[in-house]
């Protein structure tokens, strides 16, 4: 089996909209940290330079959204109430969702701006891929050649509402995308909006979930690795109790 690293990373040198903060403790700093916490809670004396090296272990401290990096959007992220019910958070998802047979829709030539459902339809018929229902399908806009520039996060395409809803009426539950949402750009969105006054062009890739249960993966990366579909994605999200998304380390599962 060939497995495919699908995941941008946590990165916190990169551009992102809500900065990541990474806060480093060297092992070295840890084994002095130590000593502290045993003396203050334990009054217990202890020396760094016993251990080898004088090190102890290090420590990552992190402050960053459930958004950022590659993650999942659990039902709760799109809104507080459902037409199917009160909407689930992350921990609540069914894990059989996240690994199941995977199609890479290709619609790098949409450039900036709203995938439509004729759009959609037409990149899945060129795969040749029957879509079974719990099938994964992965949008490859190609926005993730500008990770970790401001460009991300206003150069991508992303799903209307008719769109978003002929994937949910084949049995789809999750669907992907290599860019930094599955709606359009704000800026599109909102010019769009004021152009035409119609409030179905705002997130309504997004909305659909209230209307519909499904989970989104945002911020893939190497999506041009794949084939069009004869493989499999893993994409389990982080546990985090009552949240509306959750990181994952996305791969694609190739036999040979």
């Known amino acids: 089996m060939r497995v495919i690293d699908l995941s941008s990373p946590v990165d916190a040198?990169?551009?992102?909209?809500?900065?990541?903060?990474?806060?480093?403790?060297?092992?070295?700093?840890?084994?002095?940290?130590?000593?502290?916490?045993?003396?203050?809670?334990?009054?217990?004396?202890?020396?760094?330079?016993?251990?080898p090296g004088g090190e102890l272990?290090?420590?990552?401290?992190?402050?960053?959204?459930?958004?950022?990096?590659?993650?999942?959007?659990?039902?709760?992220?799109?809104?507080?109430?459902?037409?199917?019910?009160?909407?689930?958070?992350?921990?609540?998802?069914?894990?059989?969702?996240f690994l199941r047979p995977a199609v890479v829709l290709d619609v790098r030539d949409a450039g900036t701006g709203v995938i439509g459902a004729d759009r959609v339809a037409e990149a899945?018929?060129?795969?040749?891929?029957?879509?079974?229902?719990?099938?994964?399908?992965?949008?490859?806009?190609g926005a993730s050649r500008y990770a970790g520039t401001q460009r991300y996060f206003t150069d991508f395409a992303g799903l209307d509402g008719p769109a978003t809803d002929y994937l949910l009426d084949l049995g789809v539950r999750v669907i992907?995308?290599?860019?930094?949402?599955?709606?359009?750009?704000?800026?599109?969105?909102?010019r769009t909006f004021r152009e035409t006054g119609d409030r179905s062009v705002l997130w309504p890739a997004h909305f659909a979930g209230r209307r519909r249960e499904y989970c989104q993966v945002e911020r893939l990366a190497q999506l041009d690795a794949l084939p069009a579909h004869g493989f499999r994605v893993a994409c389990f999200p982080v546990k985090i109790t009552g949240a509306g998304a959750g990181w994952t380390r996305a791969v694609a599962l190739i036999d040979e």
């Open 13 to 51: 040198s990169g551009w992102e909209p809500d900065p990541v903060v990474h806060e480093i403790m060297t092992p070295a700093e840890g084994a002095v940290h130590m000593a502290a916490e045993m003396k203050e809670h334990f009054g217990l004396d202890f020396d760094p330079a016993d251990l």
């Open 57 to 97: 272990l290090s420590l990552d401290t992190l402050t960053l959204t459930s958004h950022t990096g590659t993650h999942v959007d659990a039902p709760s992220h799109y809104g507080s109430h459902g037409a199917y019910g009160r909407p689930r958070h992350i921990d609540e998802m069914p894990l059989d969702w």
């Open 124 to 141: 899945l018929a060129a795969t040749g891929h029957d879509v079974q229902p719990l099938d994964i399908v992965l949008l490859h806009t």
């Open 176 to 190: 992907g995308t290599d860019a930094w949402s599955l709606d359009a750009p704000f800026g599109h969105m909102i």
